[in-house]
């Protein structure tokens, strides 16, 4: 039985939310501190791209709505299997400019959709 593809947008939604709850008001310095904050946020990142991954499988044409699946599937590989080169300035500046419009996307279609 297949997922629905609106599923793996609320995990998207939910793990964007998740990784800015962990880094609001905390200045990039503590963050590369915090070993436990770091694997939170790269976990979300991880749940995103293996999110985004399987829906543009199920639902190409509903994954390019959310965002260039591409990039985010691509970042979620290096911080699997590059995992020792993680550059936390990179993770940092996606945190802050990329996932913003990533979520607010996810959250537009999850309304037009409605819940899964």
Do not use: C
């Not at 800015?20 to 070993?35: L, Q």
């Not at 509903?62 to 599937?73: F, H, M, N, S, W």
């Amino acid at each position: 039985m297949e997922r629905d593809p609106r599923a793996y947008l609320w995990d998207i939604r939910e793990a964007a939310a998740a990784i800015e709850g962990f880094i609001g008001g905390v200045e990039f310095d503590a963050y590369v501190e915090s070993a436990m904050m770091r694997y939170a946020v790269e976990r979300g990142f991880e749940i995103i791209g293996e999110a985004m991954s399987q829906l543009s499988r199920l639902d190409p044409a509903l994954a390019a709505r959310a965002g260039d699946p591409g990039p985010i599937i691509a970042f979620r590989n290096q911080l699997i299997h590059r995992y020792g080169k993680v550059d936390h300035q990179e993770v940092w500046k996606i945190a802050h400019t990329d996932l913003p419009r990533l979520r607010g996307a996810v959250a537009a279609l999850l309304g037009e959709l409605g819940p899964p």
